[in-house]
């Protein structure tokens, strides 16, 4: 079985979400063996779209604006994920909900690891605090 680990940042960063994804890493070799996983970070670009948004409801309407839960973002990496979304992976596993729709193939199943949703996460953390209507709607 040919496993993918795909994310923005990389698992084996033990600094990363207090060393979750890493040690999740460590089980995912000892389950399918390291020479069947491969660990892709591919990190979000952001385009002039999503700037000038972040600049209007940050610094205008005083309001937080996410980037990664912008759709013109999603479309704007699109070719950056195209060499997993082509490669021939059994599996695709991502513990970030925004890269779903980045992943998605027919030849794969693509599985989301995450211990919190976008609406519980809202006003628990100071960066999903205060959020613009744009945010919430595509959050």
Same mark, same amino acid.
């Not at 940042?9 to 995912?28: C, E, Q, R, T």
């Given at each position: 079985? +040919? ?6 940042f990389?698992?084996?960063?033990i600094?990363?979400?207090s060393?979750i994804?890493?040690?999740?890493? +460590? ?6 063996? @390291?020479t ?9 670009k952001?385009n002039?779209?999503s700037?000038?948004? =972040? ?9 937080n ?9 999603v @479309? ?11 490669g021939?992976?059994?599996?695709i596993?991502t513990? @970030? ?10 030849k ?7 211990d919190?949703?976008?609406h ?18 595509? =959050?």
């Amino acid at each position: 079985m +040919k496993v993918a680990v795909v994310n923005s940042f990389s698992v084996k960063d033990i600094k990363i979400w207090s060393g979750i994804p890493f040690h999740i890493s +460590k089980m995912l070799d000892a389950v399918f063996g @390291e020479t069947n996983i491969v660990y892709i970070s591919i990190p979000i670009k952001r385009n002039l779209v999503s700037y000038l948004k =972040g600049f209007y409801f940050n610094r205008i309407r005083h309001k937080n604006y996410l980037s990664w839960a912008d759709n013109s973002v999603v @479309e704007f990496n699109r070719n950056a994920f195209k060499c997993v979304r082509d490669g021939n992976f059994n599996l695709i596993i991502t513990f @970030e909900s925004f890269l779903i729709p980045l992943l998605f193939n027919k030849k794969s199943k693509v599985f989301l690891w995450t211990d919190a949703t976008f609406h519980n996460l809202l006003n628990f953390y100071s960066y999903v605090s205060n959020l613009s209507a744009y945010t919430l709607k595509y =959050g």
